[in-house]
């Protein structure tokens, strides 16, 4: 049985279109996601910025951060 779970799943590669896998990573014990074709690779922290990044409002607090962490 196949299922896929909402929300989070990538059938498709983003860059080439081609057909996304599931990928343990073991390092951070989480579920990826990984392009047979081009090799690309998503994971749910990825995700999490990509989506973050959509909004002006989240790409301005993931800049801000990253200006903070600059100056110290
Ligand atoms: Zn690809």
Do not use: F, S, Y
């Not at 951070?28 to 081009?38: E, L």
């Not at 990509?50 to 607090?61: L, Q, S």
């Amino acid at each position: 049985m196949v299922t896929h779970p909402t929300g989070t799943a990538q059938d498709q590669c983003h860059r080439c279109g081609g057909l996304m896998v599931r990928e343990e990573v073991r390092e951070v014990n989480m579920v990826g996601w990984r392009c047979v074709m081009c090799g690309e690779h998503i994971d749910p922290l990825i995700l999490e910025h990509r989506r973050k990044m959509r909004t002006p409002e989240g790409a301005k607090r993931l800049l801000e951060k990253a200006g903070i962490a600059e100056l110290n």
